[in-house]
């Protein structure tokens, strides 16, 4: 029924069980619309939500892509003296010992004596 058509029906003095009928239809419309409008407010949040996500994925790329700022270079500049020191340090420990103990070289040998003299020297014993 259209809306000229109502105004009609009230104007001629409809009878009550067409005007409960539209009644009971402007009802069922009303409830259509606010079940539409709250899948509408459910859509917003969502888009909303995730419109919130993906700022901050944003915001954390643009975090990482910034410059480093003084203090961040203060403190590699720090951690890097540290390091260094323990290089040292460790390097001092390995090259200690090889000052202690150097390589020994083989004692020289005497010239070996002829066989001939060294059984000579020695007299054999038969018995």
Do not use: C, H, N, Y
């Amino acid at each position: 029924m259209g809306k000229q058509e109502k105004k009609k029906a009230k104007a001629k003095g409809a009878d009550p069980a067409d005007s409960r009928a539209d009644q009971v239809r402007a009802a069922v419309d009303q409830a259509f619309q606010a079940a539409g409008s709250q899948l509408t407010r459910e859509r917003a949040q969502d888009i909303a939500d995730e419109l919130s996500a993906a700022a901050q994925r944003v915001r954390d790329t643009l975090e990482d892509l910034r410059p480093s700022s003084v203090d961040d270079i203060r403190r590699l500049d720090d951690r890097l003296i540290a390091l260094e020191e323990r290089v040292a340090k460790l390097e001092a420990a390995a090259a200690a010992p090889a000052r202690k103990a150097p390589a020994r070289k083989p004692a020289a040998r005497k010239p070996a004596a002829p066989r001939a003299a060294a059984a000579k020297a020695a007299p054999k014993t038969s018995g």
